[in-house]
């Protein structure tokens, strides 16, 4: 009896073992970890040069720098597509506000112009063909004015937006020189 | 006869040119002489750091990037007024468009893009407190898309209205982080 319970306990706990090991292939342990995202702001962002600007309303209500480190803005003067690896593009995105100042002086109602840092105030896409394969090879990630990263769970909505721009390697900014 | 013809001559000749020698003060003259118009596009502006951005509503309808030379960044940076000689502010504007493709990603019209070139695509203004005494020690310039400068006539309307942002030494645009 002794034998044939110790038997039972070490197949129960096998048993358990398998049951709690999922099979999990490469691909499906991708798809569940995307979106990556990347937690650290990149050295020296605010040094790097213009991509392009832009402005969203609506509930955004924010104008935004878009700016590239030097892997990427070679890529987009030369037009290569994709991107490199190690280029960065990012975007800085103040409240956008009317200025009292500007109008005085113009006359007129006219002038909008960078606020306070926005919620998500700064926001970054690092290629890594590799490390980042299940969100098309892009690293996603999104800081406040703290520059504490934006909750994870919002940060699931980066990717299936940009996998949209399928003719631009998954960037919104075209480069305006 | 002859000899007071001559002196009447003489004389006449000499308040001619009494009359058509206007005197001028060197404060006189520098004010006739302003706005001074900087014809050069300073080179690899593009290649700046950001200042800011703003847009302007109304019949210029822009979206536009402020950059600044290194002189002008670290003073921004470091908050010293007036700015150092040889800072150099410059703006590059852009038509302002709404983006059908960013809108049709979003689902919402909301997306605002910078397009082309505008008429009055680059403008600088240039430190130099001598050669610019006239116009508050500063130079002003400004480009169309093919880089030909605005006509001067227009130039005149820069110096009257920059000359209103006593507090910033003359600079519209604030630095923002």
Chains 1, 2 share one sequence.
């Not at 213009?50 to 609506?58: N, P």
């Not at 956008?96 to 960078?114: D, L």
């Not at 890594?128 to 299940?134: F, I, L, M, P």
């Amino acid at each position: 009896m002794k034998r044939t319970t110790f038997l039972l306990v070490l197949v129960a706990i096998l048993a358990g073992v398998a049951v709690f090991t999922p099979i999990t292939p490469r691909f499906a342990r991708a798809q569940e970890a995307a979106p990556i995202v990347v937690k650290e702001i990149p050295a020296g962002y605010r040094d790097w040069k213009v991509v392009s600007v832009a402005h969203e309303a609506g509930q955004l209500n924010d104008i935004r720098a878009v700016l590239g480190n030097d892997i990427a803005i070679k890529a987009y003067r030369e037009g290569k597509l994709p991107f490199p690896e190690g280029a960065i593009v990012g975007r800085i995105a103040w409240s956008f506000v009317a200025s009292e100042e500007n109008n005085k002086v113009f006359g007129s109602n006219q002038s909008f112009v960078a606020g306070s840092p926005t919620d998500t105030y700064l926001q970054f896409m690092v290629k890594d063909s590799k490390k980042y394969a299940a969100t098309g090879g892009w690293g996603y990630s999104s800081f406040d004015k703290d520059g504490k990263p934006t909750d994870e769970a919002a940060m699931k909505s980066c990717f299936p937006c940009h996998q949209k721009i399928t003719d631009r390697d998954f960037i919104f900014s075209k480069y305006t020189p």
